[in-house]
């Protein structure tokens, strides 16, 4: 169903405000409200009026947190902020030093109520940043909202005042009762604020509802998406999904979409999720299924890592980089479950789920880096390696969400191996979900996770923990892929010819420039580097078929590289070598075992064809 603005019952409401205020009447809580306005939206500036009430101390430091939950780099929000201020409740200035990066004091001489004035510069049209034109505003509330030092559990209210015609405001925030105006909203505590995205605009909103629960998509930009089908296919996800768990552990939940001209991303919230997907990237089908797959990944997260989540993620401090060897298993696990939600939901076929195991082998065992860099370790660094990469980063790095993604495969193939197809990786999830997330109501270990992977399994899951996990060995993807009736093979790379020299190349003007130098190739050991420009092969000048010429040569032949390094000319004699790249594939036997048969069909949601 479309609608253009969200609303709500009645009698829920009073409920929620009730407990709301409650709360905030509670001596030991300061009475907190954020108003946020945009009077100029073209200037690309929010205006954030904090109030603070009942604090009644010397001082305050207000605080802005300096990363966003989901996305593990010190964004540094604190660099936006301008006009910071404060006075008291008749408007008389209070004495503000800045005392670190992102940390304003305030002397606030027991007053009882004080009023915070920031400006927002957002501009930077990410799902991890704020943004603000004269179309559409959409906000990150980490990079948005300060917060009182000590009191990150106190209740707050949200006011919006948008520019004149901007009528329709999605989040997953509750809307408290206001009698004189119209967009209030209120959270627990600041965790839940920020945890709250905003798209603020003119933008349509459609409903569906899945087993009584409603689920909003608040879609911004336009795109050659069919609506009708774009709802139900979410709706399939949905339902999928949530059937892992045997439940939806939200009142209602949101989808905020941005359709631009580039870009593709997303990221995760408790009650919501944000979506950038490309507006024309709707079509052809593949294009429409890489949406489905960004959908299914964010949704998932609902449980795998807003829920089930490593200890360290969450409660939250904010001022810090929260560090985990568990990425792997909040991203990786999640980045398995992406086309398997939909080969379960019947919205890919098998064969494309298992092109996709293809592709992501392909990728990993591309990178020089997965035998240089565990994946706790990538996880662990994601805050100095995955997020800042460099021209050296596939030789000493490998990414959390693809191999994460293959042990992920391992386990789930591993587990239904050894339990006759009883039990696989759903099963991981929904013991860690109602042992940790709703028993104790906590994240958990790695060693934790171990313990619930090998009590499902029945026994000691050594060699995937301690050689793949811990370690950088070689995965033995065909052992594990066996266990389904599945083979992996190889072919050599389309488009690589017949010689190797292990460089990637940039334009740059009509130049090409080294982009890349692979660890021990030909380039690497005869000295050729990055930013080199590439001018000439044994003299003749390099065009855009350099590759052809390359190809017509015969490994351990020499050839002499002439390259332009820091305004100088270099000659470089170097022997090529052999190609080097795989591509994977994985097909199914065709004899499985009643075995293979049963893990496979327990594991696609499918009869193992009948014809091949």
């Not at 009430?53 to 990363?67: A, E, I, Q």
């Not at 906000?139 to 009182?148: D, I, K, P, S």
């Not at 774009?230 to 009142?251: C, H, N, Q």
């Not at 790249?581 to 009869?607: C, D, F, H």
Request: hydrophobic residues 40%.
């Amino acid at each position: 169903m479309y609608r253009s603005i969200v609303l709500f019952p009645f009698l829920f409401l009073v409920g929620l405000m009730s407990e709301t205020t409650h709360a905030q009447r509670n001596s030991a809580f300061p009475v907190i409200q954020y108003r946020l306005s945009m009077e100029q939206p073209q200037k690309h500036y929010f205006t954030v009026v904090m109030t603070v009430k009942d604090l009644k101390k010397p001082f305050m430091d207000v605080v802005m947190p300096v990363w966003t939950p989901g996305s593990y780099l010190v964004r540094e929000f604190s660099r936006n902020v301008q006009e910071f201020s404060a006075t008291d409740a008749a408007g008389q200035a209070l004495s503000v030093e800045k005392t670190a990066k992102n940390v304003w004091r305030v002397a606030t001489r027991n007053l009882s109520s004080v009023v915070i004035r920031y400006r927002v510069y957002a501009y930077e049209i990410s799902v991890r940043t704020s943004f603000l034109d004269d179309m559409h505003g959409y906000v990150n509330g980490a990079g948005m909202f300060m917060y009182v030092d000590g009191y990150l559990r106190t209740p707050v209210t949200l006011v919006i005042n948008p520019p004149t015609g901007w009528g329709s405001i999605s989040t997953a925030l509750e809307p408290a009762i206001s009698t004189d105006e119209t967009f209030v909203f209120s959270a627990p505590d600041f965790d839940v604020l920020v945890d709250s995205p905003i798209e603020i605009g003119t933008h349509p909103v459609y409903d569906f509802s899945v087993r009584g629960v409603p689920h909003q998509v608040a879609l911004y930009g336009v795109g050659n998406y069919e609506a009708d089908r774009l709802i139900a296919d979410m709706k399939r996800i949905v339902e999928t999904a949530s059937g892992i768990f045997g439940d939806m552990p939200y009142p209602r939940y949101v989808f905020l979409v941005q359709l631009l001209q580039t870009g593709s991303g997303g990221l995760e919230h408790t009650n919501s999720t944000s979506l950038q997907y490309r507006r024309w990237g709707f079509k052809p089908e593949s294009a429409y299924k890489r949406w489905l797959a960004l959908v299914a990944h964010e949704y998932f997260h609902v449980w795998n890592v807003k829920r089930i989540r490593p200890l360290p993620l969450g409660p939250f401090d904010y001022t810090r980089e929260n560090y985990t060897p568990l990425l792997w298993v909040a991203e990786g696990i999640t980045t398995y479950y992406s086309p398997l939600i939909l080969r379960r939901a019947g919205l890919n076929t098998p064969d494309e789920f298992l092109g996709w195991i293809g592709s992501q082998i392909t990728d990993i065992q591309s990178k020089p880096g997965r035998l240089v860099q565990s994946v706790e370790q990538a996880g662990f660094d994601a805050w100095i390696k995955y997020y800042r990469p460099n021209e050296n980063s596939d030789n000493t790095t490998i990414s959390y969400y693809n191999k994460g993604g293959m042990i992920g495969l391992i386990l789930d193939l591993e587990i239904r191996w050894r339990t006759g197809g009883k039990k696989g990786l759903d099963d991981v999830l929904r013991t860690l979900y109602e042992t940790y997330a709703k028993a104790k109501g906590r994240g958990f270990t790695p060693e934790e996770f171990r313990q619930t992977c090998e009590a499902v399994a029945g026994g000691t899951l050594a060699e995937i923990f301690d050689a793949y996990v811990s370690g950088v060995r070689e995965i033995d993807y065909a052992r594990y892929l066996a266990h389904a009736g599945l083979r992996l093979s190889t072919l050599p790379t389309d488009g690589q010819g017949s010689v190797y020299l292990g460089i990637r190349t940039r334009k740059d003007n009509g130049r090409t420039i080294v982009s890349h130098v692979i660890s021990d190739s030909p380039a690497e050991e005869y000295g050729l580097n990055v930013n080199d420009e590439l001018i000439a092969f044994d003299g003749i000048r390099v065009e855009d078929e350099y590759a052809d010429r390359l190809a017509e040569r015969k490994p351990s032949s020499f050839v002499t590289v002439t390259v332009a390094r820091d305004g100088m000319l270099r000659e470089i004699d170097v022997a090529l070598g052999s190609p080097a790249g795989l591509t994977y594939q994985v097909q199914r036997i065709k004899n499985p075992a009643p075995e293979q048969k049963a893990v496979y069909e327990n594991w696609m949601q499918t009869s193992w064809p009948t014809r091949e």
